[in-house]
Structures are given as C-alpha cells and as structure tokens.
C-alpha cells in the first residue's frame, strides 16, 4: 500500500482486502509505534517490539505497512495531527514564537521527533495542516513565497536544536541536579586553581551560573536564542515589515 493512500485512509478509506478480517488496524500499529518511540526513543524501536505490544506476529504488521520507514512517517504526521493548536494572534513576531512555543511543546511529548532526519515532506493531513497554519504566522512578512518558507524552516531547525538540548537536560536532571553536580565537580575545579590561568571562562561562566543556577541552561538558551533570531529577521525586512 502506498504511503500517500494510508496517510490519508481516513478521508479516503483504504479498499478492502479479501480473507479473514484482519485482527489489528493501521491506526493500532501507529499508535503502539508512536508509545514504543515515546518510551523507547527513535533508534531502539523495531517492528518485532511493535508487533509484541500489539500481541501480533510480525508478519502481521506488514499486511498494513510495507516497512519501519514507511510507519515512521505515519508516526510523525500522527503526532503533527493530533497538536492542539491555539489560534494565531498579534503582530507576525507573536505569531511565529507561538509557533515555535507549540513545537516544542510537541516535542516535549514525543521527544523522539526531534531526531527525525529527512529531506523528504511527510505529505499527510497532519504535516500539510501544520505547514499550512505555521506559514500563516510569516504570510504578513513582505518576502516573496520561497523566502517565507526559508524564514519558517529556519525557525523550526533552531527549535528543533532547543528540544534535543532541552531533553538531553531533562535525562540529565532525572538523575542528578544542576546543584549536586556543581557541589561536586566545582568544589574538585576550584581546589586546581584554575582561574589565573583561565580568567575569561572563569568570570563568564560564574556569571553565568549564577544566572541559571546551572552550568547550562538550555531554556534560557532557547529564549535568548530565539528573540535574537527574529531580531535578525526582522532587521533583513524593509521597514514596513517591521
């Protein structure tokens, strides 16, 4: 079966096939690969897991996908699918942090997505809604078609960035705090006397911990990231777009 056909089996339902009815649906596989990938993360999920959490055979599942790659993208426009969106308001730079606010918010839950590598669109109801409603939020900017798309890709590449750092913080924390860890490698650090001979880290980085409480943080890296970024792009538009 065509990917095409089954991203969009809702609208347009798949025919029937002869023989006994099967025992799990398309929908079941996709949603038992999208909890393996919540749980498991991208690479350690594997269609025999699938099958197993389905309480199915593996040959089952290839009578309703062709391949891990072609579930994958049903997975990922699934998830694109199922977002709860909010409508766009206020100026064009609102729009697009609202934007960048949903997607991470996705990928807070679904953590997975944001290793998801290809050139290729998912071209399913979920990723051309999304894409329709995102381009919404820089349809005000007075750049032609293509530049548009380029300033909503660029956006969503750094949020993307933000979500793996954001999440590698989250793993980190859950097995110890930005404190305890300071405490410990900091208290080894400062006994070396280090600071003479690295006076610029040593002053930047103190204030920088002080600042987040943490070696790094990665939200306040997103923050500052992001406003800088659309000060960019808005400094590239002619006054009017401002």
């Not at 766009?88 to 997975?112: K, T």
């Not at 939020?137 to 750092?165: C, G, I, W």
Request: charged letters at 25%; proline letters at 5%; a negative charge.
């Amino acid at each position: 079966m065509g990917t095409v056909q089954l991203l969009w089996r809702r609208e347009h339902p798949l025919p029937t096939r002869p023989g006994r009815r099967p025992t799990i649906t398309v929908d079941a596989v996709v949603d038992a690969g999208i909890h393996e990938a919540d749980v498991r993360g991208l690479h350690d999920i594997s269609l025999r897991r699938i099958a197993e959490r389905l309480g199915v055979g593996v040959m089952t599942l290839y009578g309703h996908v062709e391949n891990k790659a072609q579930l994958l993208d049903l997975m990922v426009d699934q998830c694109r699918l199922d977002m709860e969106w909010q409508p766009l308001a206020g100026s064009w730079r609102a729009r697009v942090e609202q934007v960048a606010d949903e997607n991470l918010a996705l990928m807070a839950r679904h953590p997975w997505l944001a290793d998801v590598e290809t050139e290729r669109a998912v071209l399913g109801p979920g990723t051309l809604g999304k894409y329709e409603r995102e381009l919404a939020a820089v349809e005000p900017l007075p750049l032609d078609d293509a530049a548009k798309d380029q300033a909503l890709a660029l956006v969503l590449t750094f949020v993307r960035s933000s979500a793996r750092a954001l999440e590698a913080a989250r793993a980190e924390r859950r097995e110890e705090t930005p404190e305890q860890w300071w405490a410990r490698e900091g208290a080894e650090l400062a006994a070396l006397g280090i600071e003479e001979r690295f006076p610029l880290a040593s002053r930047v980085g103190e204030a920088a911990g002080a600042a987040t409480n943490a070696a790094a943080d990665a939200h306040a890296a997103h923050v500052f990231g992001l406003a800088v970024l659309l000060d960019g792009l808005a400094a590239g538009l002619p006054r009017s777009g401002t």
